[in-house]
């Protein structure tokens, strides 16, 4: 592959009218934005523009021109290794990104790496922003005075409060001793019966019995073999030797309790057998109604019914006409008519009255008369 120039002068580049392939620089700063652990590191984002033929190295170059510390950066190239090295500057975190395709943070440590890089970008007409990241190294020392305060600050809290130290337990001699103690007992009286529901016994002196060997009972016989406790008997206690305590004696249980325990499992059992469900089930000579079936519409509203007349008293027709005061003259042309009363004017018409020589002003009268009757008046 041929060499490409360091610096392409004497050419014009063909994008972004002549200026070349724009770079967008992304330069992350060890130092961090606050004094948290967790606390972002600060960075410097700049923008720069590159002929499409310059190579890795003078792409380089500009990126730390336009970061303004020319004097403060530095780096060189090695042919053979084909890396780059930097007093300032970490390439290998040096990544490149180009939108809108695949290439996400890909390493950008070498001339195939660019090449690559730069054969991507010139796809389209118009070529993509590429964006660079890379990261400040790390200093030589044991690191700066900030970084230093950054830790002791983490010590304190972060804020200036003072973080409490975990106090570490560490065990004495005796109780690791005892520790050891305890496991060689559990290894020694490991019960060998498959019947036994015990994981370790031991037997008592007199009767044979599994006595079980709890951590209380481990602890106790640990703690008389480091004491060096010499039993009634004159046998030292040790691994295979309990101490002479009530604690190693095998009891009988106590049949008042064991008859207990009996009576309180079989009533558990009893009450778990007879289990009681009350269930309300719908009546069956009831019909449910069925979902499908539509329910028959409501009986229309009747309209209320009028009261019924008053039944007046039935009276003559000569009290009918004292009592409302219809006069003589009425009274002999009704009279003559053959009415015998007001139930009898009920049932006549005004043609009727008229046919009975009664003049309209009679009528009335004849008529108020009635519906004064009716409505119980004079009674």
């Given at each position: 592959?041929?060499?490409?120039?360091?610096?392409?002068?004497?050419?014009?580049?063909?994008?972004?009218?002549?200026?070349?392939?724009?770079?967008?620089?992304?330069?992350?700063?060890?130092?961090?934005?606050d004094?948290?652990?967790?606390?972002?590191?600060?960075?410097?984002?700049?923008?720069?523009?590159?002929?499409?033929?310059?190579?890795?190295?003078h792409?380089?170059?500009?990126?730390?021109?336009?970061?303004?510390?020319e004097?403060?950066?530095?780096?060189?190239?090695?042919?053979?290794?084909?890396?780059?090295?930097?007093?300032?500057?970490?390439?290998?975190s040096?990544t490149?990104?180009?939108?809108?395709t695949?290439?996400?943070e890909?390493?950008?440590?070498?001339?195939?790496?660019?090449?690559?890089?730069?054969k991507?970008?010139?796809?389209?007409?118009?070529?993509?922003?590429?964006?660079?990241?890379?990261?400040?190294?790390?200093?030589?020392?044991?690191?700066?005075?900030?970084?230093?305060?950054?830790?002791?600050?983490?010590?304190?809290?972060?804020?200036g409060?003072?973080?409490?130290?975990?106090?570490?337990?560490?065990?004495?001699?005796?109780?690791?001793?005892?520790?050891?103690?305890?496991?060689?007992?559990?290894?020694?009286?490991?019960?060998q019966?498959?019947?036994?529901?015990?994981?370790?016994?031991?037997?008592?002196?007199?009767?044979g019995?599994?006595?079980p060997?709890?951590?209380?009972?481990?602890?106790?016989?640990a703690?008389?073999?480091?004491?060096?406790?010499?039993?009634?008997?004159?046998?030292?206690?040790?691994?295979?030797?309990?101490?002479?305590?009530?604690?190693?004696?095998?009891?009988?249980?106590?049949?008042?309790?064991?008859?207990?325990?009996?009576?309180?499992?079989?009533?558990?059992?009893a009450?778990?057998?007879?289990i009681?469900?009350?269930?309300?089930?719908?009546?069956?000579?009831?019909?449910?109604?069925?979902?499908?079936?539509?329910?028959?519409p409501?009986?229309?509203?009747?309209?209320?019914?009028?009261?019924?007349?008053?039944?007046?008293?039935?009276?003559?027709?000569?009290?009918?006409?004292?009592?409302?005061?219809?006069?003589?003259?009425?009274?002999?042309?009704?009279?003559?008519?053959?009415?015998?009363?007001?139930?009898?004017?009920?049932?006549?018409?005004?043609n009727?009255?008229?046919?009975?020589?009664?003049?309209?002003?009679?009528?009335?009268?004849?008529?108020d008369a009635?519906?004064?009757?009716?409505?119980?008046?004079?009674?």
């Amino acid at each position: 592959m041929a060499t490409r120039p360091a610096t392409p002068e004497d050419e014009e580049s063909i994008y972004n009218d002549g200026q070349g392939l724009q770079f967008k620089l992304e330069f992350i700063l060890r130092e961090k934005t606050d004094g948290r652990k967790n606390a972002k590191h600060k960075t410097v984002k700049k923008s720069f523009y590159v002929h499409e033929d310059s190579a890795l190295n003078h792409m380089l170059n500009e990126a730390i021109k336009v970061l303004g510390r020319e004097d403060s950066l530095f780096f060189c190239y090695i042919p053979r290794t084909d890396t780059y090295t930097s007093t300032t500057i970490d390439f290998s975190s040096l990544t490149y990104t180009i939108p809108k395709t695949l290439f996400k943070e890909m390493g950008l440590s070498s001339d195939k790496d660019y090449d690559i890089m730069l054969k991507e970008a010139k796809k389209k007409a118009k070529p993509e922003i590429i964006h660079i990241s890379m990261m400040e190294a790390e200093p030589e020392s044991g690191g700066s005075d900030k970084e230093n305060n950054d830790e002791s600050g983490d010590e304190e809290g972060g804020r200036g409060r003072k973080r409490k130290k975990q106090k570490t337990f560490e065990p004495s001699e005796e109780e690791v001793e005892q520790n050891e103690l305890i496991k060689k007992i559990n290894t020694e009286w490991k019960c060998q019966d498959r019947t036994c529901r015990r994981f370790v016994c031991f037997p008592d002196r007199v009767t044979g019995q599994h006595v079980p060997v709890t951590h209380f009972h481990s602890s106790t016989w640990a703690a008389a073999i480091q004491g060096k406790h010499i039993n009634e008997d004159g046998t030292p206690v040790d691994i295979k030797t309990p101490p002479d305590d009530e604690l190693f004696d095998y009891q009988e249980p106590d049949a008042a309790d064991v008859a207990l325990v009996r009576g309180r499992t079989a009533k558990a059992k009893a009450n778990d057998s007879n289990i009681t469900i009350h269930l309300t089930l719908p009546d069956a000579t009831v019909p449910v109604p069925l979902a499908n079936n539509p329910q028959p519409p409501p009986a229309p509203l009747q309209a209320p019914q009028p009261p019924r007349p008053r039944s007046a008293p039935q009276i003559s027709l000569e009290l009918f006409c004292h009592r409302y005061n219809l006069g003589q003259a009425i009274h002999a042309k009704l009279q003559a008519y053959s009415v015998t009363g007001p139930h009898t004017l009920r049932h006549l018409k005004n043609n009727h009255l008229e046919a009975a020589n009664l003049n309209p002003a009679e009528i009335a009268d004849v008529r108020d008369a009635q519906d004064r009757w009716v409505m119980g008046e004079g009674e």
